[in-house]
């Protein structure tokens, strides 16, 4: 039988970091957001083929699958194909649910701004490392989202009273086993022996605590309004697809 395991998160969460980690296993699946375009490859035109492509690009040769989803990629796909993919998959597979969420919700939404206006989202990509302007507005938007995004995947699970693991990244940052176990109970493949070498490094750095303190001291002097001010709509790729479908138009810009 097929398994598979959803991994309901926010970016800058630790998710490539722990998915890493499984990955490394060659049985636990290939984490990654493959609901997402870039990743996914050409868009397919029906839900049946959104389906069978990401199972496949998720897989490992044990007919083990893991999909790393953001609430965004969710949207995505049941706006593209007028389904849940989530509900659907469950329904067909063995498909076992972990939230993962960090708590320090401000470093994430710091590193998750950088990260957007650079566009690189690991240590070793083109980009990582480039200078980024501070914005209190940028930094507070990221911030909403980070919180409406874990609000929405409590929510989505308590309607559709499904069991699943919770981790928080801070917790695994010593040891990640609790996670690597949760996963191969879930997948009912073993459990590693030691835990993996990841690729992946901690990208918080001297500019990230200069900013904490920064941050801190204007949302003391001036509130949180401008994360709340509604802002210009992006134009984005997702946005000109929406004109052309004559779709209301997204604000989120990550």
Not at 14 to 29: D, I, K, Q, Y
């Amino acid at each position: 039988m097929v398994k598979g395991v959803a991994v309901l998160t926010e970016g800058r969460s630790g998710s490539s970091w722990l998915g890493s980690l499984t990955n490394a296993t060659g049985v636990m699946g290939v984490s990654r957001e493959w609901l997402k375009p870039l990743h996914l490859g050409p868009e397919p035109r029906a839900y049946d083929a959104l389906e069978e492509a990401v199972i496949r690009k998720s897989s490992t040769e044990n007919g083990r699958f893991t999909v790393k989803v953001f609430p965004r990629h969710l949207a995505w796909s049941k706006g593209k194909c007028g389904k849940d993919f989530l509900f659907e998959v469950r329904g067909k597979h063995g498909l076992g649910f972990i939230t993962l969420e960090r708590r320090d919700r401000l470093r994430q939404a710091i590193s998750f701004y950088r990260a957007s206006v650079s566009n690189s989202w690991a240590s070793w990509e083109k980009g990582a490392g480039s200078p980024v302007p501070y914005s209190f507005a940028g930094i507070s938007r990221a911030f909403f989202q980070i919180e409406q995004s874990f609000a929405f995947w409590r929510a989505y699970l308590d309607l559709s009273q499904l069991p699943y693991r919770h981790f928080v990244y801070e917790d695994l940052l010593p040891d990640p086993r609790p996670y690597l176990e949760a996963v191969a109970e879930l997948l009912d493949v073993p459990v590693p022996v030691t835990v993996p070498v990841s690729e992946f490094k901690v990208q918080r750095d001297d500019l990230t605590e200069d900013w904490v303190r920064h941050f801190r001291q204007e949302a003391a002097r001036m509130g949180a309004i401008e994360a709340i001010e509604e802002a210009p709509v992006p134009r984005t790729l997702d946005n000109f697809a929406r004109i052309a479908l004559k779709r209301p138009l997204s604000r989120r810009r990550f």
